[in-house]
């Protein structure tokens, strides 16, 4: 079992920072990857960025070259999110792959671009 609880949402201007915090109960470099997750409302939950064990990343097109997803340290992933807009506006789940089938969420955290 892994406990993930994210952090640092919040309502920014567009063009604004937000550096997202993913503080996790089990040693992240031991789990095959974690990434970050959005969803806004009508749509469905999609991928922003991943971390592989090997320390691969990779990003949805819409995020490349202004979000960066890195582990800090054994417990901890974060999001930094640069040049935000209106866009980016949703709940960005934080997510980790134990390794297969065993994969885990934290509960949320919102995120209010305002244009």
């Known amino acids: 079992q892994v406990q993930l609880v994210e952090s640092g949402g919040g309502l920014v201007q567009a063009g604004g920072s937000l550096r997202l915090s993913c503080a996790a109960s089990r040693n992240i470099y031991t789990f095959s990857a974690m990434g970050w997750y959005r969803q806004s409302p009508g749509n469905q939950r999609e991928l922003v960025a991943l971390?592989?064990?090997?320390?691969?990343t990779n990003y949805a097109d819409s995020v490349k070259g202004r979000f960066t997803i890195s582990r800090d340290n054994a417990k901890l992933l974060t999001l930094q999110m640069n040049n935000l807009k209106a866009e980016d506006t949703a709940v960005y789940y934080c997510?980790?792959?134990?390794?297969?089938?065993?994969?885990?969420w934290g509960q949320g955290t919102q995120v209010t671009v305002s244009s």
């Open positions: 971390i592989t064990s090997t320390g691969d």
């Open positions: 997510k980790a792959i134990v390794s297969y089938p065993y994969e885990y």
